[in-house]
């Protein structure tokens, strides 16, 4: 179905409140209805895919550039958070009803924060599960058919090294990071990696490739050394002077580069492991993000 929009009917030039509200009417009806025919093509895609296995109907990459799409082309008074939040309600909604999941969340860093950004993204149709930890999130996730996690994506006092359990090929890797479009007062801002059972190369997206490595003479100058490379998260781990480290490496930054910086700054590299990645982030303005004008972006 597709309908082209109407003109809207004037008198004396303007058109008057009862005319206004038919228009809204018969916008709301048809926005409804096309989320209906959206639904039927989902039908028609699950008969096609019969995508009934763990992690099948996740497609970060796909999501990426529709995300990209979507805030490219905004304009307007409606603010971008509640464009942001109704599309990815549809996209992660649409996607439990082609192979139903769970998103398990680690709450260490507040249980209202994490809900907020879980429901921002996911909405209310998806179960969501707290623990206490992200190695539990990663345990519960790798138990499952087919779930999500949510784990902090910057550094928690006593968390210890949990990456280390992403490590192997058949174990959950990082498929995401949120929020995907960044700003200052986004309304679900807390920095979270999203973990999944590993996807099909044609699915995931790795533009941020993410690497768990352990490092043995860590110090100052080691960390001085990564930190115009990559974004770290470092914990103690076994020696006194050992590490382990997680590595987000931006767009065309090798890990040979890291373990280069780091047998520089004194460091020993002890093994390195590919554990996931994600799309590289876009960042708009505080202001766009309000509405009232077509949102600049900047990746």
């Known amino acids: 179905m597709r309908e082209t929009r109407k003109t809207k009917p004037r008198r004396g030039g303007e058109p008057t409140l009862p005319e206004l509200r038919r228009e809204i009417d018969r916008i709301d ?4 209805r096309l989320l209906i025919e959206r639904g039927e093509i989902i039908s028609s895609l699950i008969a096609v895919k019969r995508t009934e ?7 970060p990459a796909r999501e990426a ?11 307007g008074l409606l603010p971008l958070d509640t464009v942001e939040s109704i599309w990815r309600v549809i996209i ?9 999941y769970a998103v398990h969340a680690d709450a260490s860093a507040g249980d209202a924060l994490v809900r907020d950004s879980a429901r921002f993204h996911f909405g209310f149709t998806v179960p969501l599960t707290t623990h206490v930890g992200a190695a539990a999130v990663v345990a519960a996730v790798a138990a499952s058919k087919g779930d999500l996690g949510l784990v902090p994506a910057t550094a928690q006092a006593g968390a210890g090294a949990w990456w280390s359990a992403l490590e192997g090929s058949s174990a959950p890797k990082i498929i995401a990071r949120l929020p995907f479009v960044e700003r200052l007062d986004h309304p679900a801002s807390l920095p979270l990696f999203v973990v999944s059972k590993p996807l099909a190369a044609d699915a995931a997206m790795n ?4 690497h768990s490595v352990a490092v ?3 110090s100052a100058a080691a960390a001085r050394a990564i930190a115009p490379l990559a974004e770290v998260i470092a914990e103690p781990h076994g020696s006194f002077d050992g590490a382990a480290l997680l590595l987000s490496l931006p767009p ?3 890990i040979a580069d890291i373990t280069a910086a780091l047998t520089a700054a004194g460091g020993s590299v002890r093994g390195t492991a590919l554990v996931g990645g994600h799309a590289t982030r876009y960042t708009v303005p505080p202001a766009n993000a309000r509405g009232g004008k077509r949102s600049g972006v900047s990746s």
């Not at 296995?53 to 497609?59: I, Y």
């Not at 990209?68 to 082309?73: G, I």
């Not at 992660?92 to 192979?99: E, I, N, R, V, Y």
């Not at 533009?207 to 993410?210: A, N, R």
Request: aromatic share 10%.
């Open 92 to 100: 992660s909604t649409f996607t439990f009803m082609q192979a139903n």
């Open 29 to 32: 009806e048809a926005m409804h």
């Open 53 to 59: 296995e763990s992690g099948a109907a996740f497609r």
């Open 252 to 254: 065309g930054r090798k």
């Open 216 to 218: 043995a003479g860590w």
């Open 65 to 75: 550039e529709m995300m990209r799409r979507l805030v490219q082309r905004h304009r």
């Open 207 to 210: 533009e941020v490739e993410i």
